[in-house]
């Protein structure tokens, strides 16, 4: 089947300490993000990349890193110089067609806590 | 960014009802999109549009791309428990942009 796999689904971790999401996706897709979803809110961009090593801000990258070193894996670290990092993160990818934005297609997410 | 304004926030409604949220935007877009998401998993997409004036359903949706192409609008007809959730409207142009969604209640 393909899709797009995130892990853990919760997540739970002490203040000061880096923590790195896991977003995997076999649909042959280009272009990857990850987004924040705070209750009540829209989908806010932390991070996208549209090919492999190669990768972008979004609205709200302080704090964040992240890598694309294969074309199915587009990890997020969160990491200590994020000021309030619990959250809702989602990851989703898309078909990339000269620079031309596609729908994209979301995991199942995983809800940080940090205690 | 531009902003989508969802409408709206949230919706009490009985089962059978028919149920109408809509977003608009002061940019257009060239890409109107409709997601679902139920409680703790990732949104799934229902519609896409593509172009001004567009009128796509599936199934008991419809949805609808403005022709000024800044707005759509979402109708779920005779609405079911399982159409409990948030919807998210999303419009496309260089990137993509969500709306804040729109939580469906539905009474049985």
């Known amino acids: 089947d393909g899709g797009i796999t995130q892990s853990p689904k919760y997540l739970f971790r002490k203040e000061g300490q880096n923590v790195t999401l896991s977003c995997e996706q076999n649909l042959n897709h280009d272009a990857m993000y990850w987004y924040r979803q705070d209750p009540g809110q829209g989908l806010r961009l932390i991070y996208y990349?549209?090919?492999?090593?190669?990768?972008q801000k979004g609205d709200i990258a302080e704090g964040y890193s992240v890598s694309r070193e294969k074309k199915e894996s587009f990890p997020l670290t969160v990491t200590s110089a994020q000021k309030n990092p619990t959250a809702f993160y989602l990851c989703?990818?898309?078909?990339?067609?000269?620079?031309?934005?596609?729908?994209?297609?979301f995991g199942p997410g995983t809800r940080l806590t940090v205690l | 960014g531009q902003q989508l304004n969802q409408s709206p926030q949230s919706m009490f409604i009985q089962e059978g009802e028919d149920v109408s949220m809509n977003c608009t935007s002061s940019s257009i877009f060239n890409t109107w999109l409709w997601y679902k998401q139920d409680p703790g998993e990732g949104p799934v997409l229902l519609i896409a549009l593509y172009k001004a004036g567009e009128l796509t359903s599936n199934g008991r949706l419809t949805a609808q791309f403005g022709i000024t192409r800044k707005d759509s609008f979402l109708n779920i007809s005779a609405s079911i428990p399982s159409d409990v959730g948030i919807y998210f409207c999303?419009?496309?142009?260089?990137?993509?942009?969500f709306g804040a969604g729109t939580r469906l209640t539905v009474k049985p």
């Open positions: 990349s549209q090919i492999v090593n190669d990768f």
């Open positions: 989703a990818s898309s078909i990339e067609d000269r620079g031309v934005v596609n729908e994209q297609f």
């Open positions: 999303a419009g496309q142009k260089y990137d993509m942009r």
